[in-house]
Structure formats: C-alpha cells, structure tokens
C-alpha cells in the first residue's frame, strides 16, 4: 500500500506562513489536506485531482493554496495569514483509495 508522510508543521506566529508537504510511496490520485484540532473531528480542508483542480473549505478559501507535483507524487499545502484556529494536526490522503493515514504534521499559531 502507499505510504504517506506529511512534512512542513511547525510553530508560527498569527499571520505567518508555513508551506506543508505530502510524500506518498507511489502514484495518488484525488488527494486532500484534512486537519484535526483537539477535541474536533477530522476535517478536509482542501483537495486536488490530478489534473490540478482544486477545491477548499470556505474556513481556508483565499489562505490556502494545495498543489502537487505528480512526478514526485507529492502534494504541497501553501498557508497564509494564519489564525490560532489553523492550529491542528495536518494529515493528506488519497480521497479515492482512501490509505492509512500518517503521522501528520503539527502545526500551531501562538504569538
């Protein structure tokens, strides 16, 4: 089965920007970024098909860019104009095949 692991969390400031990777083991179709926040479900926050069309949560709409490079079977997460309440485990998968899921990346806004 493909593996995945996200990349790129870390501690930033509000209004800051972090750029998240996802690195699979082989080929992946529809990916998305899910988030969960403690306490909270697990929530897509934005997704991609191969031929790079994209769609968003409105919570991330106009912050959040997703993007990937098929070969190197990698998708990206490009955040903006970060609030506290990005601050989450952020988790990709494949929205077709649904794989395990991976370690995640943490990422927290804090000043």
């Known amino acids: 089965q493909v593996q995945l692991v996200e990349s790129g969390g870390g501690l930033v400031q509000p209004g800051g920007s972090l750029t998240l990777s996802c690195a699979a083991s082989g080929i992946i179709f529809t990916m998305g970024w899910y988030r969960q926040a403690p306490g909270k479900q697990r929530e897509l926050v934005a997704s991609?098909?191969?031929?790079?069309?994209?769609d968003y949560a409105d919570s991330v709409k106009g912050r959040f860019t997703i993007s990937r490079d098929n070969a190197k079977n990698t998708v990206y997460l490009q955040m903006n104009n970060l609030t506290s309440e990005d601050t989450a485990v952020y988790y990709c998968n494949d929205l077709i095949r649904g794989l395990s899921w991976g370690q995640g990346t943490q990422v927290t806004v804090s000043s």
């Open positions: 991609i098909t191969r031929g790079g069309r994209t």
